[in-house]
């Protein structure tokens, strides 16, 4: 019968062994064996889908791949060891030397890191385009672009890109659409829905959720996904087994988690927003919001992470953090616990601080993770903090 992804997201298993076992077991395995050798050239050959060995294929990391291709109605999807190898793979297995990536300016450090400083070396080139100018992106395409890469929301300004736009874009132009949904997570936002071809995520985030371990995941077109398969399994940025079981198991209660965390991140929002100490504050589905229109049409709600800016800039932030008694100081997000951070000092230090201002970094953002625990503590943890600024 025909399942909601969200109970598939819950019901999605490997095929139970002769135990009978209701939980997936680990398979801890480096490598898989064979009842003759026919079977194995068979496998070696591409023409069986069996297991050959860990960095190929895993059942763990199966379970997991094939949960997020239902919560995010993806063909088929491939994961890796960290979100940023995810990302890494997405461009290496799809650009080559000439190719042109159109970029949105506002993405994680790592990832302009890695389209500043390193696809250059392997001929691609890139362009940035505004976040809150979508309308001007067209005319920074070249007739060498091959994709266009986005954040929606994105880290940690909270923009919102209109997908169904951009998706035009590219079909117009015959480009890959390429979205880190990764603030979001799969049960608040489906790119593929709105026109993406790949979906990415850094799974250390939202989709774990309580800080434990690490994990990347690509989704999307069934012919983009194998180029990307077959750049990690050489490569060789594999998930490790144990690693995707977390995740797997993870999945089972993301969309509650996610209900809880966007709940509680509105109350701190609506409770923040007209702070003596704060310039300004920004989360998707405040009325304030720039794009607030656009996330209510994408969005099923406005996800777990809030920024503002506090007055007095960076000296301001650095007491903000100092007086925090609850919150974690991390740069991680998206775990079970609150968490603050000062993104121009942490994720986007490696950042010129022209380009910081360029997609409003300014020494005075806080992002804040909200958590799952009850929001009266965590108001009450930041308000405190606040009124000692």
């Not at 923009?159 to 979205?179: G, H, P």
């Not at 966007?262 to 720039?290: D, G, M, Q, T």
């Not at 969005?299 to 800039?313: A, R, Y």
Request: proline share 4%; with cysteine; glycine share 6%.
């Amino acid at each position: 019968m025909a399942l909601d992804p969200i109970t598939q997201a819950i019901r999605i298993q490997t095929e139970r062994t002769s135990q009978m076992e209701h939980a997936t077991p680990l398979f801890l395995t480096s490598s898989f064996t064979f009842e003759d050798a026919e079977s194995m050239r068979a496998a070696f050959a591409d023409e069986t889908d069996d297991n050959i060995y860990s960095r190929f294929s895993n059942p763990n990391v199966q379970e997991f791949v094939d949960k997020m291709c239902a919560l995010e109605g993806a063909e088929a999807g491939f994961a890796t060891a960290s979100g940023m190898s995810a990302v890494f793979a997405s461009f290496m297995a799809l650009l080559k030397s000439g190719d042109h990536l159109l970029v949105c300016n506002s993405i994680f450090g790592s990832t302009h890191t890695i389209v500043t400083k390193y696809l250059p070396r392997y001929g691609i080139t890139y362009t940035y385009v505004s976040a809150d100018k979508p309308e001007e992106w067209e005319a920074a395409i070249q007739p060498n672009t091959q994709m266009l890469y986005l954040e929606t929301p994105t880290n940690p300004g909270l923009d919102i890109i209109d997908l169904a736009f951009v998706s035009e874009l590219t079909q117009k132009y015959n480009l890959i659409l390429n979205v880190d949904n990764c603030f979001a997570t799969p049960v608040c936002q489906k790119p593929i829905d709105f026109g993406a071809h790949l979906s990415v995520h850094s799974a250390t985030k939202w989709i774990d959720g309580q800080g434990r371990v690490m994990g990347g995941v690509v989704v999307g077109k069934k012919e983009l996904i194998k180029e990307i398969y077959l750049f990690c399994r050489s490569s060789g940025p594999a998930l490790s087994p144990f690693n995707a079981w977390v995740l797997s198991k993870s999945l089972e209660t993301l969309d509650v988690r996610m209900e809880r965390h966007a709940a509680n991140a509105l109350k701190v929002a609506e409770a923040l927003e007209n702070h003596k100490a704060i310039s300004w504050l920004k989360y998707p589905y405040l009325p304030s919001h720039p794009q607030h229109a656009i996330a209510k049409k994408q969005m099923k709600n406005g996800g777990g992470i809030v920024c503002f800016e506090l007055k007095g800039g960076l000296e301001s932030g650095r007491t903000f953090l100092n007086n925090l008694q609850m919150l974690s100081l991390t740069a991680n997000l998206g775990d079970t616990r609150s968490i603050a951070s000062h993104p121009a000092s942490t994720t986007h230090a490696k950042l010129t601080e022209q380009e910081r201002m360029a997609v409003n970094i300014t020494p005075g953002l806080i992002r804040i993770s909200v958590g799952l625990e009850q929001v009266d503590d965590i108001l009450q943890d930041i308000l405190q903090a606040l009124n000692n600024v």
